[in-house]
């Protein structure tokens, strides 16, 4: 029994690091700051049986992520082995091709 979850869009953010002597005028970041390399999705799925975490880092969450997704997950299991895929009401589930790929 495998649990599924998307989580994003993860956007790093910079900081500035700290130390032990004190400024006198701290640089500021600005609250807005460019993504030159946009920002990435994480699929992420959960195994009851071994309790393990497995995730795949995305540039979006569209069904053919989820597909590429599932088709990962699938190798990592035997064939003879039946998965059960438990995903929240996320729209690119109810697609049919996410739905013929399940049966």
Known sequence: MICVDEFGPLSLQPYRGKGWFQQ???SRLRATYTRPHGVKH??????????????HAS??????D???????????????????II?????PHHHHK?????S
Do not use: C, M
């Open 98 to 102: 996410v739905k013929t790929w399940a």
């Open 87 to 91: 995903l929240d009401n996320f729209s």
């Open 24 to 26: 006198r005028k701290p």
């Open 42 to 55: 994480l699929l992420a799925a959960f195994d009851l049986k071994t309790d393990k975490l497995y995730g």
């Open 59 to 64: 540039k979006t969450k569209k069904h053919q």
């Open 66 to 84: 989820i597909l590429r997704f599932f088709d990962v997950l699938r190798r990592r299991f035997p064939r003879t082995e039946r998965l059960y």
